[in-house]
C-alpha cells in the first residue's frame, strides 16, 4: 500500500489531485470548529451526549460532533443526500423527471443536478429553522432575538451550500466523489471516544 501512495505521489496531476482534496477537508474540519454565534455550546454538548442513541446522535456522528457544538458546518452534508434521495426517487414517480434523465443526456443530467442543489439548500434551510427551534425550546441561545435567529438559521444554511460546492469541487477537481469523501471525513473525524 505505501508503494501505491508512493507512485501516485510521482504522477504531478495526482498529485495535484490528492492535494486539493486534502486541502478542501482541512476546510471542512475547520468549519466544523468555528462556533456560530449566540449559542451556548457547553450545554448544548452536554445534552446532545445524553441523546447518542436518538436522531440527534446519529446527526452528531455524521457530521464529526459539529452539531452538537453548533458550528458553521453543523448539519454537514447530510441535506443535500437527502435531497439527492428525494429527486432520485421523483424521478422515477414523475415520468416527465425520468425522461429527462433517460433522454435528455448532458443537458438533462445537469438540470436535475441543479435541482438537487436548490432541494439541499431549502432541505439545509428546514433543518437550520428545526435546529434552530430546539435550541431556541431548550434554551441553548444567549440572544432569542429575530437578528440572532435570522443570523443562526441562515450561518446553517451557507455553510450546508458551502459543503455541498466543497464536494462537487473534490469531485471535479479532487480524486473522485466529493459528498462521499466528505461524509466519511467527518464520521471518521470523531475517532474512538
Same mark, same amino acid.
Given at each position: 500500500?505505501?508503494?501505491?501512495?508512493?507512485?501516485?505521489? $510521482?504522477?504531478?496531476?495526482?498529485? $495535484?489531485?490528492?492535494?486539493?482534496?486534502?486541502?478542501?477537508?482541512?476546510?471542512?474540519?475547520?468549519?466544523?470548529?468555528?462556533?456560530?454565534p449566540y449559542i451556548n455550546s457547553q450545554e448544548l454538548e452536554v445534552y446532545l451526549a445524553a441523546q447518542s442513541g436518538t436522531i440527534l446522535g446519529l446527526m452528531n456522528a455524521m457530521s464529526g460532533s459539529a452539531f452538537s457544538m453548533a458550528t458553521l458546518f453543523a448539519l454537514s452534508i447530510q441535506p443535500y443526500i437527502n435531497s439527492s434521495i428525494i429527486i432520485q426517487l421523483l424521478t422515477v414517480a414523475i415520468p416527465a423527471l425520468e425522461r429527462m434523465a433517460k433522454e435528455g443526456g448532458e443537458e438533462g443530467r445537469k438540470k436535475i443536478a441543479s435541482w438537487t442543489r436548490y432541494v439541499g439548500v431549502l432541505l439545509g434551510l428546514l433543518q437550520g429553522l428545526s435546529y434552530y427551534a430546539l435550541?431556541?425550546?431548550?434554551?441553548?441561545?444567549?440572544?432569542?432575538?429575530?437578528?440572532?435567529?435570522v443570523t443562526i438559521i441562515m450561518t446553517f444554511t451557507a455553510g450546508t451550500a458551502l459543503i455541498m460546492w466543497m464536494g462537487e469541487h473534490i469531485t471535479q477537481k479532487g480524486i473522485g466523489n466529493g459528498?462521499?469523501?466528505?461524509?466519511?471525513a467527518g464520521i471518521v473525524s470523531r475517532g474512538p471516544s
Open positions: 500500500m505505501i508503494k501505491t501512495v508512493r507512485d501516485a505521489w $510521482k504522477i504531478p496531476e495526482l498529485r $495535484k489531485k490528492i492535494l486539493f482534496t486534502i486541502f478542501a477537508l482541512l476546510i471542512f474540519r475547520l468549519g466544523a470548529a468555528i462556533p456560530v435550541l431556541r425550546n431548550q434554551g441553548f441561545l444567549s440572544d432569542k432575538g429575530v437578528l440572532a435567529a459528498i462521499s469523501i466528505i461524509l466519511f
